[in-house]
């Protein structure tokens, strides 16, 4: 009984010794592919369309590119308009010196008035007489008259339109009304110059204003 126990002990003692030793070579002893490399991964090659990952730790370099040269816009300048053409100067007329010349007037007794102022002179070998009449007052109003001023010239007469006007102040005026111009008689000719007023003036009726004198 004794041998059997003693046995199984030295049994259990080399199986302890086998499994020992097992373990020792085990870790002793390197893999089989432990001195091998370990194979790279392949990596699928990219699609041609799609630009290759950078291997890792690589620094992306950016592409040179051209500097971009930022240019001022070109001004189109504005057109240079043409110059105005200078009209041409209007020639004024030479006067023509008078021959003979005078003044005559009305009287009626009131601030408004007849003024003629006449002339003579020759032009184009033809001897022209020209009166300027004149309404001299102080406020007035008169509307439109037509053929209401006759300058009569010897036996020889012609009428001219007043046109209407109107003065409101204080101090005595002239209104130019109208301008005659005729063939000058001889020097000394009775002349006159009739208005047809048809109003009153300062409380005065006054139907028509005549200005009497000489002409030529």
Known sequence: MRRSINTLMLILVLVVVIVLASIFILRGKPAEDSGKADAPAITAAPPRDTDAPDPAGAVETPAATAPIVTREPIQTPAPTPAPAPTPAPTPKPTPIPAESEGTFRSDTGTGL?????????????????????????????????????????????????????????KDQISTKAATFTVDAPPAGTPASVEWYYGGSYSGKDLTYITANGTVG
């Open 113 to 169: 008035n007849l003024r003629v102022d006449w002339k003579t002179y020759t032009t184009g070998g033809q001897r022209k007489l020209q009166a300027d009449v004149y309404i001299v007052s102080y406020s007035i109003f008169t509307s439109y008259q037509w053929k209401s001023i006759t300058l009569t010239v010897g036996d020889k007469a012609w009428s001219a339109d007043c046109s209407g006007f109107s003065y409101e102040g």
